[in-house]
């Protein structure tokens, strides 16, 4: 599958889906979700969900980063990220041995958001975060 047919026009909500290291800030992953925001062309309000593996889910820089847009972490397990990984577009060596998945930001953005969903931004990234958007 080609890009264009995994990454689909603007929906009226997504889930952003978050990869970050323990020494991430909250406000780091709070920037870099409004970057992914405002890349892909969406207000704030469009936010849906905020997804992240399960075992990171509980981490105070995810809790508080969705709670800044009024929302809890929604938790994958790696059985759900796995069945998204055929529709992900980025592919990280390291993150693949570790996760089992291309990208853990657009496995759980389009986990998250359901079998029908399609990337809206592919994975961005910062110093210690990763984002993408699914809808």
Known sequence: MGLDALVSARPASVVAGIGFRRAAATAEIIALVHRALREAGLAPDALAAIATAADRAG?????EAAAAF?????????????????????RSVRIEALRGVGSLAEAAALACA???ARLVLPRIASAGATCALAG
Do not use: K
């Open 59 to 63: 981490e105070p820089a995810i809790r």
């Open 114 to 116: 359901g079998p029908q």
């Open 70 to 90: 009024g929302l809890t972490p929604s938790a994958l397990d790696p059985a759900a990220l796995a069945q998204a990984d055929g529709r992900i577009v980025t």
